[in-house]
C-alpha cells in the first residue's frame, strides 16, 4: 500500500554528488558524474519492504532468535548500512532480504511481490534476475579467468556466449578491470579480487545488490576505493544497495544507517552512532 511504504526508511543522510567517488579512482569519477540527486532518492518508490520478518536457528536444544522481527524499507535508488555486532544477524538478515534463506514468519516485498510466495525454482529465477550478490569472500571459481567469472551469469541462463563475454568486457571496464580481464583469481589483488566479483554481481543489471562486508578483507585504502566505486556505481545505475560493513566511516557514505540489535533494526547503533534518532526502529512501518 502505497501510505504505508511512504514512512517506510528513506534517504535521510543524502550523499552529495561528489561523494561517491575517491581520488585518484578513475571508474569511481566516471560514475560519479550520474549521481542520483538526493531529493530523488527520498521521492524514489519503495523497492524492497520487510515486515515483522524473524528467523531462529536451533541447535540440539538450544534456540538462538537472531532475527526478531526486522522491518525495513528501501528505496529504488539508495544505498542502505547495515551495522551491527558480530553475530548480531546481519548475514541471516541479508539471506533473508535476498532470498536465499527463508525466513520463519514475516514478508519480504519486492517491487510489491511477496518473494516468499514463490516456489523454490520461481525465486532462483526472480533473484537472477533482479539481484545481485557481493560477499566478503569473492567466491570467484579459480580456473577461470575474470572476464569467464563475471559472464558466467549470463552462461548460467543460457545467453548466447558471445553476449555474455560483451556484457562481461563492458562490467570490467566499469570496474576498471579490461586490462586484467585474461588474469585468473589467483594473478588479481584482493581489491581487484573483489572489483570482479562486484562486476560480476552486477551482469544482469539487478535493481538490487546485497553485499555482505565486500571490504571485509581488504586494507583500509582498498577498501575506501572498493565502496567507492560500489557507490558510485549503484548511484550511475540507479541501483539499491544494501551493504553490510563493520566500518562506520565507511557506512557514513551511505544514504542511510541502520544497526541490527536485538534482533531489530534501529536508527542508532548501541553507543548512539550518527545517523538518526534515538531508540527509534528503522523502517517501521506499522500503522
Ligand atoms: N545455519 C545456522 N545454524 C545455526 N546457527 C546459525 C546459523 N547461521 C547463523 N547462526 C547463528 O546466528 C547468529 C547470527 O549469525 P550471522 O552470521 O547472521 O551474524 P553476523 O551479524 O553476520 O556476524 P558477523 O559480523 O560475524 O559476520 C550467530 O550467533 C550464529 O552463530
Ligand atoms: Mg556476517
Not at 532470498?99 to 519480504?108: E, F, H
Request: charged residues 25%.
Amino acid at each position: 500500500m502505497p501510505s504505508e511504504t511512504d514512512k517506510q526508511v528513506g534517504a535521510t543522510v543524502p550523499a552529495g554528488p561528489g561523494d561517491a567517488a575517491g581520488p585518484g579512482d578513475a571508474a569511481g569519477r566516471e560514475a560519479a558524474r550520474h549521481p542520483v540527486a538526493a531529493s530523488e532518492v527520498g521521492e524514489a518508490p519503495v523497492l524492497l519492504a520487510a515486515a515483522g520478518v524473524t528467523r531462529e536457528f536451533r541447535i540440539g536444544e538450544t534456540r538462538i532468535e537472531v532475527l526478531r522481527g526486522v522491518d525495513l524499507g528501501l528505496r529504488e535508488g539508495e544505498i542502505l548500512a547495515v551495522l551491527g555486532a558480530s553475530g548480531a544477524g546481519k548475514s541471516t538478515l541479508l539471506h533473508c532480504l535476498g532470498g536465499l534463506d527463508r525466513p520463519d514468519a514475516g514478508s519480504v516485498r519486492f517491487r510489491g511481490q511477496e518473494i516468499f510466495s514463490l516456489a523454490e525454482r520461481e525465486l532462483s529465477r526472480f533473484r537472477n534476475r533482479n539481484m545481485g550478490f557481493v560477499f566478503q569472500f569473492h567466491h570467484l571459481m579459480p580456473e577461470f579467468t575474470a572476464e569467464e567469472n563475471v559472464m558466467m551469469p549470463g552462461l548460467v541462463a543460457r545467453q548466447a556466449p558471445e553476449a555474455a563475454r560483451r556484457r562481461a568486457r563492458e562490467l570490467l571496464a566499469e570496474v576498471g578491470l579490461v586490462d586484467r580481464a585474461e588474469h585468473k583469481p589467483d594473478e588479481l589483488s584482493g581489491g581487484e579480487q573483489q572489483r570482479v566479483a562486484v562486476a560480476r554481481s552486477l551482469f544482469a543489471a539487478p535493481a538490487l545488490v546485497l553485499a555482505d562486508e565486500p571490504t571485509g578483507n581488504l586494507d583500509p585504502a582498498t577498501a575506501r576505493g572498493l565502496h567507492d566505486l560500489m557507490y558510485a556505481l549503484a548511484r550511475r545505475h540507479r541501483q539499491s544497495w544494501i551493504v553490510v560493513t563493520h566500518n562506520s566511516e565507511l557506512a557514513a557514505l551511505a544514504d542511510t544507517r541502520v544497526w541490527l540489535v536485538d534482533g531489530v533494526l534501529r536508527r542508532e547503533g548501541p553507543a548512539g552512532g550518527a545517523g538518526g534518532r534515538a531508540g527509534e526502529r528503522a523502517g517501521d512501518i506499522s500503522g
